[in-house]
């Protein structure tokens, strides 16, 4: 499998919860994965980022060319 970067991956979804006024955090949704709920804008020193800056993992899908980040984090699901 290929090295997806989380930008690119269509697991990266938006977490309302942990979003906080103009700042939007972006989640990894997929379980299989390592970065499992791991806010992915968030560097290592936990300073909030505007862009997904996390290198990402072999588990990752790339998202097609007509996908944005899903607005939908996992706490939305039912």
Known sequence: MAHIMC?????????KSASMGE???YECTNSKSEYY?????VDINGK???RIS??????GRRRNQDETLSKTGVQDRT
């Not at 930008?7 to 977490?15: E, G, M, P």
């Not at 996390?54 to 588990?59: N, P, S, V, Y």
């Open 23 to 25: 700042w939007t955090a």
């Open 7 to 15: 930008i690119s991956c269509k697991y990266a979804s938006v977490d």
């Open 48 to 50: 909030m980022q505007k």
């Open 54 to 59: 996390w290198k990402g993992c072999r588990l």
């Open 37 to 41: 709920r791991a806010l992915l804008n």
